[in-house]
């Protein structure tokens, strides 16, 4: 063991966007990236089929398409692949899949024979090892998290009109603790911190 004073730039963040779509979470991870690191030295797991293509305008940056099924395995090997091409950003667009997707934790458990409670055992140390892989990660990660949906009916002009809200965030419950930070985005792209730090952003407005 050894005591060593602390330096920032050994530190590789760890960071949540979770919204519905059509928040901005996308394009807000792409330019938050590009604020960490050249466009070149940023690369988007893309699972949302080729939806990281649709902002290539923005700089040079790099896509690796994962297709389902999408177990935790292929997730991490994803990961993987953008450390040695020593790219200095990972977006994973989205971490949703590996939970609630084709081939994800909650399809994989579903499909198993024998007691529900019994088979989580098997199941978890697979997501496990997913989330140790992110934490330990040498590059940056910027998570992507869709969220449950819903609608609330706000005043306008005179009227009530409904609008669409997020919920809860599609993933295994505590995962949002793993993160650094976590930013809820709502569908006006307005951002606020999950941990309710008393700090609220803006983020990017997507152009239509």
Known sequence: MELK????KQ???KLALQG???SGKTMSALLLASGM??????????????????????????VLQLSKPFTPERYITAIQTCEDARMEVTI???ITHEWDGSGGILNHHGEMAGNSF??????????????????ESN??????????????????NGK???????LKGITRDGMDYEFTVVFDIDIKHLAVSAYFIPTHLILFKENQ
């Open 5 to 8: 004073k602390a330096q920032r």
């Open 11 to 13: 530190v590789k963040i």
């Open 20 to 22: 519905v779509s059509g």
């Open 37 to 62: 690191a050249d466009w070149f030295k940023i690369a988007v797991i893309d699972t949302e089929n080729h939806l990281a293509d649709l902002y290539a305008h923005l700089g040079q940056y790099n």
């Open 92 to 94: 994973i667009d989205s």
């Open 118 to 135: 019994t088979n989580w055992a098997k199941v978890t140390p697979r997501h496990n090892a997913f989330v140790q892989k992110i934490l």
């Open 139 to 156: 590059c940056h990660i910027i998570s992507t998290i869709c969220t449950k949906i819903d609608y609330t009916l706000t005043e306008k």
């Open 160 to 166: 009530m009109i409904p609008q669409k809200v997020g």
